[in-house]
């Protein structure tokens, strides 16, 4: 769907799922670095509930986490919104805590109510002070 100059932003994602994107007010989205190409940092996914699952809509292969990044992502994603007549404007958001999505999301969807995921705070931050306190076996058991 879009690829920017620099080749550190390429966007995946066809008209039907962005159009099924607009169609759905709890988004949740996330990022992974383990299956990355060796190019790109991570990639940024977008994900909506369908029946009960998380389906994802829209892939993005990222060479910086930036506000400019996300930005540009959000950006072209509702322009090319617009050309197929459709309107993105999600009620919610869930996401981990990335400090520069936050308050872009806040600010591109005025009133949106943003959801952390803990998944990953728990993971790392939980599993890493029981392994330091020397207690992951009565932890695990």
């Known amino acids: 769907m879009y690829n920017n100059a620099h080749n550190s932003i390429l966007i995946f994602c066809t008209e039907e799922n962005l159009s099924i ?3 759905h007010s709890v988004w949740s989205m996330d990022g992974t670095f383990k299956i990355v190409p060796e190019w790109y940092q991570q ?16 892939y993005c292969l990222i060479v910086h986490k930036d506000l400019s990044t996300y930005r540009e992502i959000f950006d072209n994603l509702i322009l090319k919104a617009e050309t197929l007549g459709v309107v993105l404007q999600p009620q919610t958001i869930i996401c981990d805590f990335e400090f520069a999505l936050i308050p872009l999301m806040q600010r591109t969807f005025r009133g949106i109510h943003m959801q952390s995921c803990y998944f990953y705070f728990c993971l790392d931050g939980v599993v890493w002070k029981v392994t330091d306190l020397r207690m992951r076996t009565s932890y695990i058991h």
Do not use: R, Y
């Not at 990639?43 to 829209?58: E, N, Q, S």
């Open 21 to 23: 994107l607009s169609e």
């Open 43 to 58: 990639m940024f996914t977008i994900h909506v509930f369908i029946a009960g699952k998380l389906v994802p809509l829209v």
